[in-house]
């Protein structure tokens, strides 16, 4: 009888080691994904150190290596600025490309580069022709030919082939001086005439200026971006 008890006991020995062992792996991974979850991520289970000193500290998780840093390179994000050009006469469809299109507003603003002159018109039609140009003064008032001061040490005259207020009344209704508050080198803009389905107005600056001319739609606009 001794006997078989003494092999019934050996025979259990087995069994409680590995049970020791299991315990043992479970309280050295307790602060880590389940093997469920990191399998479901799409992911191996992370691999357990089996040295039981190892196996008292969460720090034996083997862990990936950093990945590489990326060889991207970064794009600032600041933008050269154009070079402006025109200094001379610069014109589209001038003349002969009258338009049914009226002013609606005049305006200044400053860019990152220049400073916007902008001419919107309103109605119906297609966009009227365009002449800019540099002009020394003294300037002239159109048809009466008579002297307008402008302040500024430069001028940009802008004709445009449509009314600017027609004479039944459409149109702008604005000031035909105005003097500029968000804008550095732009000085004064002047409407030097009304007449004859021609609009004219003179953007007086501090110094000539490279300029561009572009012109844009819904609504239409003329705009000219005088350099900083």
Same mark, same amino acid.
Not at 55 to 60: D, E, V
């Given at each position: 009888m001794v006997t078989r008890s003494r092999s019934r006991q050996a025979r259990r020995r087995p069994g409680i080691? $590995? $049970?020791? #062992?299991? #315990?043992? =792996?479970v309280s050295g991974c307790g602060g880590s994904t389940s093997s469920s979850e990191t399998t479901a991520a799409g992911s191996a289970p992370e691999t357990v150190s089996t040295d039981p000193v190892a *196996?008292?500290?969460? %720090?034996?998780l083997t862990t990936a290596p950093p990945p590489p840093a990326s060889s991207t390179t970064v794009v600032p994000t600041t933008t050269a600025c154009p070079e402006f050009t025109q200094t001379d006469v610069t014109s589209d469809g001038f003349p002969g490309r009258l338009s049914?299109?009226?002013? $609606?507003?005049?305006? %200044?603003?400053?860019r990152?580069?220049?400073?916007? @002159?902008?001419?919107e018109l309103q109605g119906t039609g297609t966009f009227p022709g365009w002449h800019v140009r540099y002009e020394p003064a003294p300037l002239t008032d159109d048809p009466r030919g008579e002297p307008v001061d402008v302040a500024g040490a430069a001028f940009i005259v802008v004709t445009v082939e449509s009314w600017m207020t027609n004479m039944e009344g459409d149109g702008y209704h604005g000031p035909t001086r105005i003097t500029p508050t968000d804008v550095d080198h732009i000085k004064e803009l002047v409407m030097l005439g009304n007449f004859e389905s021609v609009t004219i107005w $003179? =953007?007086?600056? &501090?110094?000539?200026?490279? @300029?561009? #001319? *572009? %012109?844009?739609? &819904?609504?239409?606009?003329l705009v000219i971006d005088i350099a900083r």
């Open positions: 080691c $590995a $049970a020791g #062992v299991l #315990v043992v =792996i *196996t008292s500290s969460p %720090t034996s049914g299109l009226v002013g $609606a507003d005049v305006r %200044t603003g400053p990152v580069c220049s400073e916007r @002159f902008v001419l $003179a =953007i007086g600056v &501090d110094q000539q200026r490279p @300029f561009e #001319v *572009t %012109t844009l739609d &819904d609504p239409p606009r």
